[in-house]
């Protein structure tokens, strides 16, 4: 159509300044009255002048359209005039004056149908362009595009519709903060993203954030606050402040702004509102589903956390660098930390991930942790904390070539006292507000893991003391029979024999008599070894594990291959539970296996002992119902050992035992 | 047979033990079968320095020796004394339980203690020659 403006031109004839307005239409109307008057003037050579009028609402028409009823009537009271002046000039008064009149007043009536349709037209194209916006965002939203993409969008669109020059987006914070999410400008400018600033300094977001409804601010005010430096270098006069409001609570503020202090006209809110609306409803999805993924993150990594610690043993290293490598991933930290703090105020590295002075957080390394930092603070207060650099020169020295910007750390709290502490760190802007309480989250996990790691370790260290205090009990028991009962016994026995031998022949009765008296003490000191070598193998103490499980294969009534590659003597604990995993499968093998060949094999390997017993017997045998296989179990993990027995029925019977041999 | 040469030659004898009681039954049991006991030691040390002064054909060694370890005094007499001579390990456990540590060991046998005579020596002797 000939009078569509350019959509994205908002401020038309229509709309501009009035004296603008009013000269436009009348320079305008006055070519258009020339025009006419020219063409009537052609005309009139043929035709009657008075018909001839009605010619002129080709001028009273346009002007009406392009700039409202007003200068209308001036063209058209113009043109009365100039055709008076020019075309015919008045004969009759009466039905002159009559006819003039009825053409102002048709003239009037067109120009305010013109008038009123160009302003429907032009409403109806408004509504348009908001609907096809309005659709636009939504599919974006129904699409699930990132929410950044989302923001530029609304304030793009926003900001199109209402022909601003600048708008911004943002979203209010815990800790009374607001940072700026998007924002968009038809100017050549340069827009910061993410800058944070208290909610107090930003007029229009303040304003917002109390009144929880829309504001409006024009004049010096709208170039106060935040928006400030950049406000007054566009030159911004007049703002619109709209709240967002998502899952019912504000969410954050939609400011459009402009550089004519009469951009926006009333329903300017309503239709900005049109587009937060649109916005809550996104946000609160992507809320939504963001928090499910995140939770459900969070629970799969602390899944992963706690397996390992429910799995590890005296060990709980591989649970540390575990939470390191996933805290990172989880709360979006460049770097991660996790140290235990030492009596002597400093920190041990226990893991660590991201960092690029691997060096000075390599597991086991200490730390003095200075003032000022997190881990300092944690370490002193026992409560998370969080330091944000604006500049690199406040850094502590351990942070010296990280470019960290942002530090937030939490204390790991083991029954109630404080054990260490997770760090992390960013590289690119503040870390998130929540990131204190996702931690704390995780920290108390991997304290109850720690708990659990050293509860676990402590009840293998009280298995292990009473295993070897009954262990040493009955060592001490074989000890005392031998150098007691069994020394005198033999001493006995020999003279016994001494006296036997010097009695004289004629008196063979007595000689019999002591003869069978030394048979009897040798009788009983067999009985007695059979005693003390249930006791305790005796050879197990005085020659160590190789020659006590030679012995103990060769005594076997069931054939034993033995392979032994063993060079040197062990701690007690592991010898004497190697010998009795060893003599306990061999008896088993003799009494149920009903087995014809067994095979033992031991050899030192990767810092463990490992111990094997097969048996070609029925198999079946299982660690329940008192067997000797349960009491193994019990030695071989209070060393924290590993057994495995596989007994499948009719398949014979295979035990594998690793002892580690490292001390503690 | 050859132990009669080497009971020719097993005369002299010295036993190591730390119980008082047992030495003095040994003794008289050693002597009686025609082996005289030229000196007793309850300790290593005193063991050793006994040899080297007197040069026995035979020692008797208790496997164990309080806080020391017969094996470990057989292996010193082998690899410190120039007396060479024949050592025989005893003790109040029996053979089946310590065999694995007597043949490791360079004593040419053992007997129990409760079977401890001249004759058993010298048969135990005579065999390690062979």
């Known amino acids: ?664 | 047979m050859l132990w009669c040469n080497a009971g020719a030659v097993v005369r002299r004898c010295v036993i190591v033990d730390d119980n008082e009681r047992f030495l003095a039954v040994a003794r008289s049991s050693l002597e009686r079968g025609g082996l005289e006991v030229v000196g007793t030691a309850t300790t290593t040390t005193q063991a050793l320095e006994l040899i080297g002064a007197l040069r026995p054909d035979v020692v008797l060694v208790d496997i164990a020796l309080g806080t020391e370890s017969g094996f470990d005094l057989v292996h010193r007499i082998v690899a410190e004394s120039s007396a060479r001579p024949h050592v025989v390990l005893i003790s109040t456990r029996r053979e089946d339980d310590v065999a694995e540590l007597v043949s490791a060991s360079p004593a040419a046998g053992f007997v129990w203690k409760a079977d401890l005579s001249a004759r058993a020596v010298r048969d135990v002797v005579a065999a390690g020659e062979q």
């Open chain 1, 1 to 664: 159509m000939w009078w569509r403006p350019e959509s994205s031109e908002a401020s038309g004839p229509l709309t501009g300044p009035p004296l603008q307005r009013w000269v436009g239409g009348a320079l305008i109307g006055a070519g258009l009255i020339g025009l006419v008057t020219g063409l009537v003037a052609i005309l009139n050579l043929h035709l009657p002048p008075r018909g001839l009028l009605i010619l002129y609402l080709l001028a009273v028409v346009p002007v009406a359209i392009w700039w409202g009823a007003g200068p209308a009537a001036l063209i058209s009271a113009a043109s009365v005039i100039t055709f008076v002046l020019l075309i015919a000039p008045p004969q009759s008064e009466g039905t002159s004056v009559v006819a003039f009149a009825v053409f102002v007043a048709t003239a009037l009536v067109v120009a305010g149908l013109a008038a009123g349709l160009r302003r429907s037209v032009r409403r109806s194209q408004e509504l348009a362009a908001e609907q096809s916006a309005l659709r636009r965002v939504a599919t974006l939203a129904a699409e699930g595009v990132p929410a950044t993409e989302l923001f530029v969008a609304v304030t793009r669109e926003v900001g199109e519709l209402c022909g601003a020059d600048l708008t911004r987006l943002g979203r209010y914070e815990d800790g009374g903060t607001v940072i700026r999410v998007a924002a968009w400008t038809r100017m050549p400018a340069r827009l910061p993203i993410g800058g944070r600033v208290p909610v107090e300094e930003t007029r229009v977001a303040r304003d917002v954030l109390r009144a929880g409804a829309p504001v409006r601010v024009s004049g010096t005010d709208a170039t106060n606050g935040a928006g400030g430096p950049l406000a007054r270098e566009l030159g911004i006069r007049s703002s619109i402040g709209c709240p967002v409001v998502a899952g019912g609570r504000l969410w954050g503020v939609v400011v459009v702004s402009s550089r004519n202090p009469r951009a926006f006209p009333p329903e300017t809110e309503e239709r900005i509102l049109h587009f937060t609306e649109l916005l809550a409803t996104a946000v609160t999805n992507a809320e939504a589903s963001a928090a499910l993924l995140r939770n459900a993150d969070e629970q799969a990594a602390l899944r992963r956390v706690a397996t390992l610690a429910a799995r590890g043993g005296a060990d709980p290293g591989p649970v540390f660098r575990s939470v390191a490598d996933q805290v990172g991933g989880l709360l979006g930290a460049d770097c991660t930390s996790v140290l235990r703090f030492e009596s002597d105020r400093t920190a041990t590295y226990l893991a660590a991930h991201g960092w690029r002075d691997t060096r000075r957080r390599g597991p086991g390394a200490r730390w003095r942790p200075e003032t000022p930092s997190v881990i300092e603070q944690v370490q002193r207060t026992g409560r998370s904390a969080r330091l944000d650099y604006a500049s690199l020169g406040e850094q502590p020295p351990s942070l010296d070539g990280e470019d960290v910007t942002s530090t937030v750390a939490s204390p790991i709290v083991v029954e109630s006292r404080l054990w260490g502490s997770i760090g992390v760190a960013s590289r690119t802007g503040p870390l998130p507000p929540d990131t204190e309480d996702r931690l704390v989250a995780f920290t108390e996990i991997v304290a109850t893991a720690i708990a659990n790691t050293e509860s676990r370790a402590q009840l293998a260290a009280s298995r292990a003391r009473v295993i070897a205090a009954g262990d040493a009990t009955r060592r001490r028991l074989e000890r005392d029979l031998h150098d007691g009962a069994q020394q005198r016994l033999v001493s006995l026995a020999l003279e016994l024999r001494n006296v036997q031998a010097e009695v004289p022949d004629e008196l063979s009765g007595l000689s019999a008599g002591l003869g069978r008296l030394a048979a009897d003490v040798t009788a009983v000191l067999d009985e007695l070894r059979e005693l003390s070598r249930g006791i305790h193998p005796a050879i197990l103490s005085e020659g160590g594990l190789g020659p006590a499980l030679r012995t103990l294969a060769r005594r076997s009534p069931v054939a034993v291959e033995l392979t032994l590659r063993l060079d040197h003597r062990y701690a007690d604990a592991v010898e004497v539970a190697a010998y009795y995993v060893a003599a306990e499968a061999l008896t088993n093998t003799v009494k149920h296996a009903n087995a014809t060949h067994a095979e033992l094999a031991v050899e030192e390997y990767d810092g463990e002992l490992r111990l094997l017993v097969v048996d070609d017997g029925v198999g079946g045998a299982v660690p329940t119902g008192g067997t000797g296989l349960t009491g193994l179990y019990d030695r071989v993990e209070a060393l924290g050992g590993t057994i495995l027995v596989s007994s499948p029925g009719g398949g014979g019977t295979r035990i594998e035992v690793a002892l580690p041999l490292r001390a503690g």
